[in-house]
């Protein structure tokens, strides 16, 4: 074959590569419309098989006639061409707007037409498509930028400005804000996010980035790689989500559920996870923690008196001067209602919890004064050590909950250490809890009556109510195991109510009796002194039994009186100015028993027994015993002498003129018809 043989097929396979591959319709005609050729885009348009075009001819999509614009008057010129638009119609009768390109040409003295169909669909769904993208790339709540290999911004929706703070025009052509975040604070992530840029092609994770303001703010990153955006250049696709408005909104459910609302301390939950986190990490050099659980005494009556949310205001308070005194690098958690519990971890003995506690115990000393009232509350502490009382957050708490009954059933304002052994004592207080309010319904507690004797006629002047109880298969309960159980639940009000509207129907009843003008001394728990409505209480009950106040002594132990003795002589003196009595019990056991006397005006003291139970051959006894009867007697304060058991003891004190006695010596506790009995008996 001749080279020029050889061009002309070399050419003639070209162009049917071109024309087997072009997108646009290809035909060759004749002037009358007859077809010769069509290519597989013209099947792929109109629908017709390329045999159906070559039977059919031009006719199939347009009028022959058509055909004619392309013939032109050419002269000499072996071609001529021409371009316009037509409406065609495919197979199944679909009308659509084409352009065509037409070239008309002599070949072997013969008219030949060359058609080039573009279908305008196409072009115009390309242009939609484009418009679509941009449009949903520019209202996306995402930003979307595209950057070049080296980061630098080619491209960025509305979304991408706002969120960075940048002006559009600021980010072109500058390297993004979340590279250069990256390359100066977090250089080995940046190293990561490049490294699967480069082996996959794609990164998606939580980064951060900053904005123009200097803020840093979470982002979830989608980046991708292209390569045909540029010819041989690399671009990126990155799509960030600012998800600060997530994590915040994670931050408040975290906050509800690992925090007290009403104190904002970390709630039983989180603390918990954060005590067996460290438990389970503990620094070898570490030798021992203390758990401290922590209950507020009497809290019950604010949230009676005053209602709850006054009380959460009070809760409030305290948390924060709790928080105060530890620092706020302690674990100080709200544990449930009016309890708070903390994790100390520098205080590594005895000695060192002792100090702790006494600063804690400090937040309570001086009154809380909020909203017109005045508080006055004390704090009961139970400690457990780790490892020895509980290797887990639990175990701590539950032994540390064993040393907080302890501390409550002596009366609270104290703290106790926990001891092996002595969950058999709690068990007892959560056996006795739920039948002493059953015995409240059923009328199983009442008053035991002790007579107190004038030392120097013998003769019964008062009698000291005592609550006891029988359960009704006729067991007897002591006081020292269900009055703690009564302070701690409540129910010490409604006993102390029961006794003293017995007591002053006993003493209506003696009056009937013959034996008039006796007085009956009731004992005032702790919890029902910082009752603000305990004189109202009183009076109305001694008003119901149709008594007059001055018969009715009120009986409080020194331990009451221990803070803000300034305030509680102003609640005693409001009691005595309504008629009510009042005794201080256990005279001499506290550490500044006579400076209380400089504050209250009171109407008796009554010596413990202590002083008593070894006169007269304990000397020093007997000394502080006469001390205190000479003291009462220059201030013209009666003085009762308790636990009197012997005769000598007896002599002794009527020897250094104690006003009244009171013990086994004369009478044991009794019911009211045997006190009534012993009246009729007694002997002065």
């Known amino acids: 074959m001749s080279p020029q043989n050889l061009e002309i097929q070399r050419n003639s396979e070209l162009l049917d590569f071109v024309a087997h591959h072009s997108q646009d319709a290809i035909f060759l005609a004749a002037p009358d419309g007859t077809l010769f050729f069509s290519n597989p885009a013209a099947t792929r348009i109109f629908g017709f098989t390329k045999e159906e075009f070559l039977a059919g001819g031009i006719a199939l999509i347009w009028e022959r006639k058509s055909l004619e614009t392309c013939i032109r008057k050419r002269g000499d010129d072996l071609y001529s061409m021409a371009e316009y638009t037509e409406q065609v119609h495919d197979k199944f009768g679909h009308a659509f707007s084409v352009g065509v390109s037409c070239a008309s040409f002599q070949i072997a003295a013969m008219e030949r037409v060359a058609l080039v169909i573009r279908d305008r669909r196409q072009t115009q769904k390309a242009a ?20 070049d290999k080296n980061w630098g ?81 690399r671009n990126n696709i990155v799509m960030l989500t600012d998800v600060s408005t997530v994590r915040e909104t994670e931050r408040m ?14 709630n039983r939950t989180l603390f918990e996870q954060e005590v067996n986190k460290v438990l389970g990490h503990t620094n070898p050099e570490i030798t021992s923690l203390h758990l401290l659980l922590m209950d507020i005494d009497s809290f019950g009556l604010v949230n ?71 508080f006055n509350l004390s704090l009961s502490i139970g400690v457990s050590k780790y490892p020895e009382d509980g290797e887990t957050c639990d175990e701590l708490l539950r032994t540390a909950n064993v040393a907080l009954q302890h501390a409550k059933q002596r009366g609270g304002n104290t703290y106790t250490f926990y001891h092996r052994g002595e969950e058999a004592i709690s068990r007892r207080f959560v056996e006795l809890a739920g039948p002493l309010r059953d015995g409240l319904q059923k009328h199983e507690f009442n008053a035991a009556f002790q007579p107190i004797i004038d030392s120097e006629t013998g003769e019964v002047v008062s009698m000291e109510a005592l609550a006891r109880w029988t359960r009704p298969d006729g067991t007897a309960v002591g006081p020292n195991e269900f009055i703690p159980v009564a302070e701690c639940s409540g129910a010490i009000r409604q006993i102390f109510e029961t006794i003293l509207r017995q007591s002053c129907r006993q003493l209506r009843k003696l009056d009937q009796a013959g034996h008039p003008g006796l ?25 119901e039994e149709r008594l007059t106040p001055d018969r009715i002594y009120i009986e409080i132990t020194e331990n009451q009186l221990m803070d803000d003795p300034k305030q509680k002589g102003k609640i005693l003196g409001a009691l005595q100015e309504r008629g009510i009595k009042v005794i201080i019990d256990d005279f001499g056991t506290g550490y500044s028993s006579f400076g209380y006397l400089k504050h209250f005006d009171v109407d008796g003291i009554k010596l413990d027994r202590m002083f008593v139970k070894d006169l007269p051959r304990d000397k020093k006894g007997g000394k502080i015993a006469s001390m205190i009867i000479g003291m009462g007697r220059e201030l013209d304060i009666p003085v009762v002498a308790e636990g009197v058991e012997t005769h000598t003891q007896a002599d002794f004190l009527r020897k250094h003129h104690c006003a009244h006695m009171q013990g086994f010596l004369f009478a044991k506790p009794m019911p009211a018809e045997e006190f009534d009995a012993f009246l009729d008996k007694h002997k002065p």
Not at 253 to 266: E, F, G, H, K, N
Not at 325 to 345: I, P
Not at 523 to 532: E, G, K, V
């Open 153 to 233: 911004i080619l491209w960025a929706n509305s979304a991408k400005a706002i969120g960075s703070g940048y002006s559009i025009k600021e980010l072109m052509g500058q390297q993004s804000p979340l590279r250069r975040y990256l390359g100066e604070k977090k250089p080995q992530l940046l190293e990561k996010v490049e490294w699967s840029l480069e082996r996959t092609g794609k990164w998606e994770g939580d980064l951060y980035s900053r904005r123009r303001s200097g803020e840093i703010y979470p982002i979830r990153a989608s980046i991708s790689v292209v390569d045909d955006l540029q010819p041989g250049e």
């Open 519 to 543: 007085h009956a001394s009731v004992n005032l728990s702790p919890r029902q002194f910082m009752d603000p409505g305990l004189s109202e209480t009183l009076l109305t009950i001694i008003d």
């Open 304 to 374: 009676e008196a005053l209602g709850y949310e006054t009380a959460d205001k009070v809760l409030r308070h305290l948390a924060q001067k709790l928080q105060d005194a530890v620092g706020v690098d302690e674990l100080l958690s709200r544990h449930t209602s009016d309890m708070f519990v903390l994790l100390a971890s520098d205080a590594a003995s005895p000695t060192d919890v002792a100090g702790l506690i006494a600063q804690l115990k400090e937040t309570f000393h001086e009154p809380i004064e909020l909203e017109g009232h005045r």
């Open 253 to 266: 459910l975290r906050q509800v559920s690992l925090y007290d609302p009403t104190t904002a301390l970390p």
């Open 128 to 147: 939609f498509d484009h418009w679509m993208s941009e449009t949903l790339a520019e209202q996306a709540p995402l930003m979307i930028y595209v950057t």
